[in-house]
Every structure is written in structure tokens, then in C-alpha cells.
């Protein structure tokens, strides 16, 4: 047998080294098997799968838009109306970039316990590997960070879900420090926050306006920095436009130097990009996390692109505000250097319709319509709103409080009112305490909970002819008047099937959530 060409070995070197840096499944493509795909996304085989099974066959419009960008590691905002997906667009991109089983490569942050168990049970499901649990929940507020750490440490899930207090108190566990945002206090006592950061490929904001934006901030924008820099605070004399002139020694801005982040999500991620730029100016471990930021390859350029770390915001309200605190998060320039995806990818009309709003034109969507109820006063809200859910007899409806009142006080009233009425939280598995679990088996018991209560819901208000009989529609033509179950005739059983199933939720406990379409 002749030994190899060195053309043959050429070839075959560029082949494996082709394979290895597009990280594709080299065995389906020898097998001649064509990798699967999700619009133009290449994905695993088992999230290909778990997609085929759910039915989802085809991408909406905003993962079409933002999927593959994001694959590429782009930092971008995605802007998109409530329900078209947003979740998936931004999940699954970036799990096909993730290593099966390298610990914290990918953090969500979003704003409540709720919504977290929904992200990490989506990540469940879209990524499944061998019954290993993909997501930890960092959302327990009455846990110590250092007890936070370890079990994240013995968890070793490659996402991390979190909420804002949480996550800022194990930043500062990690960095050793409460001054997170000092990249001197972090490179001498953060080297655990160090090596989190450089395992990090991805930071995902869910409803970024509620963990970016201030109420101060949204309405007058950030605090306005001193004009002479660091001179203005480091020393009592000011350096202006005009020269240096001294400064009024009472002022005491001239020597303390202004946070640049308030809020604890912002705070968390500059100290993350800070940690990030540190690891990568150390020589061998800034090279094996070169990512694709847009800052070029000195320090200056790794600074300006957030240290190479990939940092995607999702929201349905996504304004001017929201933009100019992601560009200052990242250290960019100008707002132009991070993109707002949208549907159409075509910027806002100069002319918005009636409920239109933020950067994309975005407004509600049509299957949502708006209808009111007067009551005589705030204290009765209620009490009108379940004379409203006993005339609609939904078999089952969402109601919200705002988030300075108290869920009990609105259960009282619609139990009182003869109403199903159950906290959201409480049916999620969440303590009031702020203990949870890190896993999203909380989610998933919601979900069976839901489908069952409406399964025999619906099953009894179809109920609806003489004999008896009970009669379903199927929805595919077929067998649409075939008996199912008999009508219940009497008994407790049968009242508490009249009775409409009620959610009570706080605004922000609520927000993002997706119960399945099956809420009324």
C-alpha cells in the first residue's frame, strides 16, 4: 500500500480543521444524513426533535430576523410584540453554540421568579441531554451567596437563569468586593467572578426595560458625568473647557466618583464585562476567549465591545432610553453600533397607529381586545372584577394586581365571591419567603395543573343538549358531535365545575409569562 501524498494529508488536515472551527456534526455529514435545520438555523438533533414534536415547523417572523445574527454572535436589542417568540429567538441560536457540559456559558436575567421557571423549563425542553438538568435557577432571595455559589457550583448546568438581587449579590461574593464596578478592586480580590466570566459566552436581558431602565432614567436619562473626568473627582480642582480653575472644596462630587450603573442587573453585567476585559488581557486566557465583538483586537477595542461578551436585550417596549443605556453598558460610541432587530428589520414609521410605540412600532396584538368595567372606587376593583369573570364564566382567567397591593387581599375577595382563586406563585411552587428551587419542575407541574382544570372544564360547559350527552369538538370535522362523557347530574363535583379557575398575579410577577394560549 503507497503511503499518503502530502497533497492527501493536506487536504485531509483541512478538512478536520474546517470541521473543528464550524463545531458541525462531521458524522451525519459523512452518513450523508442533512443536518437539521430550523429556518436557516442549524440545529442539534435533539432540539430538532423536541421542535418536531411540539409542532413547531417554521420560525416567526422575529426569530427568522434575529436567529441567525445572534448565532453569529452579534449584540443586538430584539424588539417584538408580546407572543411572536422572542424566547426561542434568542434560546435557540445561542444553545447551538453552547458546550454540552461546560458549566456557565450562557446567564438570563429576567425580572421575576415566574418568569425565570418558564425560561429554564423552555431551556429544558428545547435541549435535552441524557435527563441531566440543562438550567439552574439563581432566584432564591433568602439563600447567602455564598450558599448560592455552591449550589451552582454542584449544579455545573451550562445556563444560568437569574433574577436582579440574587445575581447581584453572588457577583459580589464572587468578586470578593462591594465595589463591583472597580476593575483594579476586581482584579486583585475577583478572581472566582474572573473565571465565571471567562466561561461566559452570552448575557440575555429578558424584558430588558423593566431591568435596564429606571423610572428616573426613563423620564430625564442617565446621571450626567462630571465634565473634567477623572480630575474633577480625584482632586479639589476642576478641569473645564476654559482650563483649570478650583473647585468649591464643599462640593463633595469633586471627590467621590459617581456609580455609573444604579440599578442591580447593569451593575451585575459591568462588573461581568470587567472581569471578562481582565481575563482577556492575561496573555493565553485571552486567547482561548476571543469572541466576535465589535471592538477590534487591542485592550482599547475589547472595552468598547463589552469585553467580548455577547450581550442580547429583549423587550416589547423598547425606546430611545433603553438603546442609549445598552450602548452605555457596552461602551459603544454611538446607538447605531447596536442593532434593534425587529420583524421587518426596517426602521419605525414617522407616523405610528393608535397603540403603537418604542423603536419597532410595537403594539398589542390583535388577539388581545380591551374592554372596561366602572366601579365606584379603588378599594372595589375586586369585587367588579369578579361580578365581570362570574357574567364572561371563562373556565379560567388571569387577574392582576398592581405590584404595591396585596395578592391575599385580592384572593380573600374572589374566594369570598365564590370564585377558584389561587396565587399564581403559590401554584408555581414558589414560597412566599423567597426560597426556591434551581430547578423548573415548578413550571412543568403549572402546566399539567392548567391542561387538566380546563380539560374537565370545558369538557362540562360543553355539556350543552338534553340527553345527557356531552359533545366536543374536535376541530378537525370529524366525529364533532361524538359522545365523550356523560353530563354530571348533581353533586359537589359538579358545582365546583361551574366555577371559574382564577390566577391572581402582580403586574411584575406576571410579565413574559406564556401559559400556553389556554388562559382565558
Known amino acids: 500500500m503507497l503511503p499518503p501524498s502530502p497533497l492527501s494529508c493536506f487536504s485531509l488536515t483541512r478538512l478536520l480543521v474546517a470541521s473543528a472551527a464550524s463545531r458541525s456534526t462531521i458524522r451525519l455529514a459523512a452518513l450523508g444524513a442533512p443536518l437539521p435545520v430550523f429556518g436557516d438555523l442549524p440545529l442539534r438533533p435533539p432540539t430538532a426533535t423536541a421542535l418536531a414534536t411540539a409542532g413547531v415547523v417554521r420560525p416567526t417572523a422575529i426569530q427568522q430576523a434575529a436567529m441567525m445574527r445572534l448565532y453569529r454572535g452579534e449584540s443586538a436589542v430584539i424588539h417584538s410584540a408580546t407572543g411572536s417568540g422572542k424566547t426561542l429567538a434568542y434560546l435557540l441560536p445561542l444553545l447551538q453554540r453552547l458546550h ?16 425565570a421557571l418558564q425560561t429554564a423549563a423552555a431551556v429544558e425542553w428545547a435541549w435535552p441531554h441524557h435527563g441531566t438538568q440543562r438550567a439552574f435557577l439563581l432566584t432564591a432571595t433568602s439563600s447567602a451567596a455564598v450558599e448560592l455559589a455552591e449550589a451552582m457550583h454542584k449544579a455545573a448546568c451550562p445556563v444560568v437563569v437569574a433574577t436582579p438581587r440574587p445575581l ?12 463591583i464596578y472597580s476593575r483594579r478592586a476586581i482584579r486583585i480580590d475577583g478572581e472566582e467572578l474572573i473565571n465565571f466570566a471567562s466561561r461566559l459566552r452570552a448575557v440575555v436581558l429578558d424584558e430588558a426595560d ?21 480630575a474633577a473627582w480625584r482632586d479639589p480642582v476642576k478641569v473645564g ?18 456609580e455609573t450603573f444604579t440599578l442591580p442587573v447593569p451593575r451585575s453585567v459591568q462588573a461581568l464585562i470587567n472581569a471578562r476585559i481582565i481575563a482577556a488581557g492575561r496573555g493565553s486566557a485571552g486567547r482561548s476567549i476571543k469572541g466576535r465583538g465589535r471592538g477590534g483586537r487591542g485592550s482599547r477595542g475589547r472595552e468598547k465591545g463589552g469585553g467580548n461578551l455577547q450581550l442580547v436585550a429583549c423587550s416589547a417596549t423598547v425606546s430611545y432610553r433603553l438603546t442609549a443605556e445598552m450602548t452605555r453598558l457596552l461602551a459603544l460610541e454611538e ?12 426602521p419605525a414609521p414617522s407616523k405610528r397607529k393608535t397603540g403603537e410605540r418604542g423603536r419597532g412600532a410595537v403594539g398589542v396584538p390583535r388577539a388581545i381586545a380591551h374592554s372596561w368595567a366602572p366601579v365606584p372606587s379603588h378599594a372595589a376593583k375586586p369585587e367588579g372584577a369578579a361580578v365581570v369573570i362570574r357574567a364572561i364564566a371563562p373556565p379560567a382567567a388571569l ?40 430547578s423548573a419542575s415548578g413550571y412543568f407541574e403549572l402546566q399539567r395543573t392548567i391542561q387538566d382544570v380546563l380539560h374537565k372544564r370545558r369538557a362540562f360547559v360543553a355539556c350543552s343538549d338534553d340527553t345527557g350527552v356531552a359533545s366536543i369538538s374536535t376541530g ?14 348533581g353533586g359537589s363535583q359538579t358545582e365546583e365545575l361551574k366555577v371559574p379557575w382564577v390566577l391572581v398575579s402582580s403586574f411584575g410577577s406576571a410579565r413574559g409569562l406564556d401559559l400556553g394560549g389556554e388562559v382565558d
Request: a negative charge.
Open 210 to 230: 423593566a431591568l435596564v431602565l429606571s423610572r428616573q432614567i426613563a423620564i430625564s436619562g442617565p446621571p450626567k458625568m462630571l465634565r473634567g473626568g477623572r
Open 168 to 179: 447581584l449579590s453572588l457577583v459580589r461574593h464572587l468578586a470578593g468586593t462591594d465595589r
Open 476 to 489: 378537525d370535522g370529524a366525529d364533532d358531535d361524538a359522545p365523550v362523557a356523560p353530563r354530571p347530574t
Open 241 to 258: 473647557r476654559g482650563g483649570v480653575r478650583k473647585a468649591d472644596s464643599n462640593d463633595p462630587a469633586l471627590f467621590e466618583r459617581p
Open 335 to 346: 446607538m447605531a453600533d447596536l442593532p434593534v432587530i425587529t420583524e421587518s428589520n426596517a
Open 399 to 438: 387577574y392582576f394586581v398592581r405590584d404595591d397591593e396585596s395578592v391575599s387581599t385580592a384572593l380573600e375577595v374572589l374566594r369570598a365571591a365564590g370564585l377558584d382563586a389561587r396565587a399564581l406563585h403559590e401554584t408555581l411552587g414558589l414560597a412566599g419567603d423567597g426560597a426556591t428551587p434551581h
Open 100 to 115: 454540552v457540559s461546560k458549566p456557565g456559558q450562557l446567564l438570563v436575567v429576567v425580572p421575576s421568579r415566574e418568569l
